[in-house]
């Protein structure tokens, strides 16, 4: 069955000397593999433009209930995404986006809300100037809405521990040892106040960013499968003073 998809592509690895796979999230239908040319012709050379990290496209996909992989035809760009792939520190970012993504949404089904808020926020790292080093921490905490793992911040209140297990901020440690000591948790509760629009307000160092990180990280973690294998973790830590 032919069918008309809007899709955010993820990753794409080598299948033979032919083909490629690409791994994408579709409004439509939800995660979705295709198959694609992986030659060295101007063809080619268009696709994996449309293709790279976080690239919205549309398609035709030839969809069929006993296949996992599609084929696809007249891919076309949805968002043209020169203000990301242009900007090597965004690419960057985007990369690791990209590269987590394929790992929480590894069996994700057909969401309009979520799909609606990655669209958005691709079109908002595309065009924004300023915060660009704090959008990957804005990203992944708003993230957790739509995936259902967000804090429960009307627990918080200052000197509180935040229990990562059951997302809310506790007054004693809970039993295990999956918790945030208050000065952590007081981040966690800041975090939940910056957005895409005031994200460039945040003055924060390296070594504050790369905490938010890891807390994050651990958090979804918990929540989901291991992110410690990320490949574009150490890039994304080394690049913002």
Do not use: W
């Not at 549309?58 to 084929?71: G, P, V, W």
């Not at 708003?142 to 297990?165: A, H, K």
């Not at 957005?195 to 651990?218: C, G, K, Q």
């Amino acid at each position: 069955m032919l069918r008309e998809l809007h899709c955010i592509a993820l990753r794409t690895i080598k299948y033979n000397e032919r083909h490629s796979i690409l791994s994408a999230y579709s409004l439509e239908v939800g995660r979705v593999s295709f198959l694609v040319p992986a030659g060295a012709g101007k063809e080619a050379t268009r696709r994996r433009a449309l293709f790279m990290p976080l690239g919205a496209f549309q398609c035709i996909a030839d969809i069929k209930n006993d296949r996992d992989i599609y084929n696809m035809r007249e891919p076309r760009a949805e968002i043209i995404m020169h203000g990301i792939h242009a900007h090597p520190l965004k690419s960057a970012v985007s990369l690791f986006i990209a590269e987590l993504l394929s790992v929480v949404l590894r069996e994700s089904q057909q969401d309009q809300a979520l799909y609606a808020f990655l669209t958005h926020s691709i079109e908002r790292f595309n065009t924004v100037e300023t915060g660009v080093a704090n959008f990957h921490i804005c990203f992944l905490y708003r993230l957790g809405r739509f995936i259902g793992i967000e804090p429960d911040v009307s627990t918080y209140s200052d000197g509180r521990v935040f229990d990562m297990v059951d997302g809310v901020f506790r007054s004693t440690p809970p039993l295990h040892s999956h918790f945030l000591e208050p000065n952590d948790a007081a981040t966690v509760y800041m975090l939940s106040r910056m957005t895409y629009d005031n994200m460039h307000r945040f003055r924060l160092s390296r070594e504050n960013r790369n905490r938010m990180l890891d807390v994050i990280l651990e958090y979804y973690a918990i929540h989901y499968a291991s992110l410690s294998s990320l490949k574009s973790i150490d890039v994304l830590r080394s690049l913002f003073e």
